[in-house]
């Protein structure tokens, strides 16, 4: 007879567990629609499956574009929540998008669909929330528990090895450091932590004593890490790198395979797969409605450019858009010129260039309304980085490292710069630079919520700024 090894244990519990979330979120989810119903004494017909259908798949898509059902071991309950709260939000939105753009085909009245949606909301959370409270107490008493070690007495695994003994519920049983060096080389308050050499450890992994292996290691070491790895793969450990700063300077690294290769990206995208759905999915629902209440405001601002100034009502400016492909931008026209080649000047205070008219939309964003159009088309994003004119590309690409980062996204109408502060005239060239630090850092921490939130400061403070010339 053969024992299943420690490690195939573990993916085995976490495929279950993983299994079980999603069984579990699609009965919540039906459930409580069927007793809405029941409780108004309404019938179960075609249309109500139907809107069932299209909320459990919106969901089930969402969730899995942010990770919901991976192993939550580690991770805080607020950390959880956020994302089962946002992928119910958007959900909800697309449920009630298509329950308002094909009202025939939906039986339900409006105040069964919004009960349900609100009801589901805590139902959702409170069952995580209980189910893990349960598996906390369970780790505490010596289940469901891993082994974990840490090779490189370093600070960065001294930190980590406190905030495993320090989190008891995670469930991780701290077993030691390990390392090489002369205990001189070690600081003084980890010396007391290490159990053994590196050698050792690698005898504890092999014998199935150890269930994670964490390596805080300089990258300057690389050699050696890899020799560790080597080490390690003749066990079943699960093994983890902990990250210095270069490390952290990766933008949505992660792991793909190219056949039998595997290859770690440095610079990527958060917008793949499932991902890339809810972004584009998000976009279209939130131009459309937002084009829908401003239509007649647009039809007054172009009469009015029309006939104040002399010239086209829409400006339209070649752009960097997605992996700096140009795209036509459009904008109220503001000015008496139209830049558009290989020399822009950017708008300043008291610019001669600008028109009466032109100014108060600017100052308002009035001028960028038309943009909501780029969104529909693909072009562009509600959220993202602001696109600049390519003759800035092309000068500032030479000046920052890390430029063109930003074009890993498509450009957005608003911005994590722009609500920062960072936003109009970059007369000096550290002011860009933070631009694009903010850029790049929307790009690395991206969600749906962070697009939510980003979209609210710009309507309570975003529209008029004192930066907008």
Not at 178 to 197: K, N, T
Not at 207 to 231: C, T, V
Not at 289 to 318: C, D, E, H, R, W
């Given at each position: 007879?053969?024992?299943?090894?420690?490690?195939?244990?573990?993916?085995?519990?976490?495929?279950s567990?993983?299994?079980?979330?999603?069984?579990?979120d699609?009965?919540?989810?039906?459930?409580?629609y069927?007793?809405?119903?029941?409780?108004?004494?309404?019938?179960?017909?075609?249309?109500?499956?139907?809107?069932?259908?299209?909320?459990?798949?919106?969901?089930?898509?969402?969730?899995?574009?942010?990770?919901?059902?991976?192993?939550?071991?580690?991770?805080?309950?607020?950390?959880?929540?956020?994302?089962?709260?946002i992928?119910?939000?958007?959900?909800?939105?697309?449920?009630?998008?298509?329950?308002?753009?094909f009202?025939?085909?939906?039986?339900?009245?409006?105040f069964?669909?919004?009960?349900?949606?609100v009801l589901?909301?805590?139902?959702?959370?409170?069952?995580?929330?209980?189910?893990?409270?349960?598996?906390?107490?369970?780790?505490?008493?010596?289940?469901?528990?891993?082994?974990?070690?840490?090779?490189?007495?370093?600070?960065?695994g001294?930190?980590?090895?406190?905030?495993?003994?320090?989190?008891?519920?995670?469930g991780i049983?701290f077993?030691?450091?390990?390392?090489?060096?002369?205990?001189?080389?070690?600081p003084?308050?980890?010396?007391?932590?290490?159990?053994?050499?590196?050698?050792?450890?690698?005898?504890?992994?092999?014998?199935?004593?150890?269930?994670?292996?964490?390596?805080?290691?300089?990258?300057?070491?690389?050699?050696?890490?890899?020799?560790?790895?080597?080490?390690?793969?003749?066990?079943?450990?699960?093994?983890?790198?902990i990250?210095?700063?270069?490390?952290?300077?990766?933008?949505n690294?992660?792991?793909?395979?190219?056949?039998?290769i595997?290859?770690?990206?440095?610079?990527?995208?958060?917008?793949?797969?499932?991902?890339?759905?809810?972004?584009?999915l998000?976009?279209?629902?939130?131009?459309?409605?937002?084009?829908?209440?401003?239509?007649?405001?647009?039809?007054?601002?172009?009469?009015?450019?029309?006939?104040?100034?002399?010239?086209?009502?829409?400006?339209?400016?070649?752009?960097?858009?997605?992996?700096?492909?140009?795209?036509?931008?459009?904008?109220?026209?503001?000015?008496?010129?139209?830049?558009?080649?290989?020399?822009?000047?950017?708008?300043?205070?008291?610019?001669?260039?600008?028109?009466?008219?032109?100014?108060?939309?600017?100052?308002?964003?009035?001028d960028?309304?038309?943009?909501?159009?780029?969104?529909?088309?693909?072009?562009m994003?509600?959220?993202?980085?602001?696109?600049?004119?390519?003759?800035?590309?092309?000068?500032?690409?030479?000046?920052?490292?890390?430029?063109?980062l930003?074009?890993?996204?498509?450009?957005?109408?608003?911005?994590?710069?722009?609500?920062?502060?960072?936003?109009?005239?970059?007369?000096?060239?550290?002011?860009?630079?933070?631009?694009?630090?903010?850029?790049?850092?929307?790009?690395h921490?991206?969600?749906?919520?962070?697009?939510?939130?980003?979209?609210?400061?710009?309507?309570?403070?975003?529209?008029?700024?004192?930066?907008?010339?």
């Amino acid at each position: 007879m053969h024992n299943k090894s420690p490690g195939g244990i573990i993916q085995s519990n976490q495929s279950s567990f993983s299994t079980l979330y999603r069984l579990v979120d699609m009965v919540i989810i039906t459930l409580v629609y069927f007793l809405v119903l029941l409780y108004q004494g309404l019938p179960i017909n075609s249309s109500d499956l139907l809107l069932l259908f299209v909320s459990i798949i919106s969901y089930m898509l969402c969730a899995e574009a942010v990770d919901l059902y991976r192993s939550w071991r580690t991770a805080p309950n607020t950390l959880m929540i956020k994302w089962a709260m946002i992928a119910w939000g958007v959900s909800s939105l697309v449920t009630t998008t298509f329950a308002f753009i094909f009202p025939e085909s939906i039986a339900a009245s409006n105040f069964v669909i919004l009960s349900w949606l609100v009801l589901c909301a805590p139902t959702l959370v409170s069952w995580r929330v209980a189910f893990r409270e349960i598996l906390f107490r369970h780790r505490k008493k010596g289940h469901n528990t891993r082994k974990a070690i840490v090779i490189g007495a370093t600070q960065s695994g001294y930190n980590l090895a406190t905030q495993i003994m320090e989190n008891e519920q995670l469930g991780i049983i701290f077993k030691g450091m390990y390392d090489d060096r002369a205990p001189a080389r070690i600081p003084h308050e980890i010396q007391h932590q290490v159990m053994g050499s590196i050698q050792d450890a690698i005898k504890l992994a092999k014998s199935g004593e150890i269930d994670y292996i964490y390596i805080a290691m300089p990258m300057s070491a690389e050699k050696r890490i890899m020799q560790i790895l080597n080490m390690c793969s003749d066990s079943t450990a699960t093994v983890y790198i902990i990250p210095n700063f270069f490390m952290y300077n990766l933008l949505n690294a992660r792991w793909q395979s190219v056949g039998s290769i595997q290859t770690l990206s440095v610079f990527d995208t958060p917008f793949q797969g499932a991902g890339d759905i809810t972004k584009r999915l998000e976009d279209i629902i939130v131009s459309s409605l937002i084009l829908t209440m401003i239509a007649i405001p647009m039809l007054f601002i172009a009469m009015a450019v029309k006939l104040t100034s002399k010239g086209p009502v829409i400006f339209k400016q070649n752009r960097y858009g997605l992996d700096g492909k140009e795209i036509k931008v459009y904008k109220f026209r503001s000015m008496t010129v139209q830049d558009n080649g290989d020399k822009v000047q950017q708008a300043t205070k008291n610019d001669a260039r600008i028109t009466p008219l032109g100014a108060f939309l600017r100052k308002t964003s009035l001028d960028e309304l038309p943009q909501f159009i780029n969104v529909l088309q693909g072009r562009m994003s509600v959220v993202g980085p602001r696109p600049h004119a390519v003759a800035h590309n092309e000068e500032y690409r030479k000046l920052i490292e890390g430029y063109m980062l930003r074009h890993k996204v498509r450009p957005g109408i608003t911005g994590w710069a722009q609500i920062n502060g960072f936003r109009g005239e970059t007369e000096t060239i550290n002011k860009m630079i933070k631009r694009v630090e903010y850029d790049l850092d929307y790009i690395h921490r991206w969600s749906v919520w962070m697009d939510i939130r980003i979209i609210l400061a710009t309507v309570t403070r975003g529209f008029i700024n004192k930066n907008a010339y």
